[in-house]
């Protein structure tokens, strides 16, 4: 038996929304622990004035203990963002025994300026952060090592 974890999200695009259409429908249905499926994500509106500024796909899933699975999850969900034009991506993940974690991608042409300063690591396609941060990445919470899911068992 194991605990339920539940992830849920969104993705701002920057545009080109058939392009994260054909990268959702591309996914299928995974057939490797754990799962990354097309019918988890859902594209919102994708035509102007139905949308501001930015069109957002929604994600969410139910996992058995993903946070002992959070490094496969996370190389299966980068590997999507890649396919994708976006701006931010902010994810939680709410286990039954450990709380809930925060994850937050802010592709490295989006507006950077708060990266060293809220605890973002810096890789060659985006920053990325752990802990419960706005729509733009600042942290509303100080953080702390144990909002990452990196240090579970």
């Not at 999200?9 to 995974?30: F, M, S, V």
Request: aromatic share 18%; with cysteine; net charge negative.
């Amino acid at each position: 038996m194991g605990e339920m974890t539940i992830i849920h999200g969104r993705i701002t695009l920057r545009g080109r929304c058939e392009a994260a259409k054909e990268a959702i429908a591309k996914l299928g249905n995974d057939t490797e622990y754990p799962f990354l499926c097309s019918e988890m994500f859902s594209i919102g509106a994708v035509d102007s004035p139905f949308y501001y500024q930015q069109p957002v796909i929604a994600f969410a899933a139910t996992y058995k203990s993903l946070e002992h699975d959070w490094v496969s999850f996370r190389t299966k969900f980068e590997a999507f963002l890649r396919q994708l034009d976006f701006d931010t991506a902010k994810l939680e993940m709410e286990t039954e025994f450990y709380g809930s974690f925060y994850c937050f991608w802010a592709a490295k042409s989006a507006d950077t300026h708060f990266a060293e300063k809220e605890h973002f690591a810096e890789t060659d396609e985006w920053f990325v952060g752990y802990g419960y941060r706005t729509q733009f990445g600042t942290l509303e919470i100080p953080y702390d090592e144990k909002h990452s899911p990196e240090g579970l068992p």
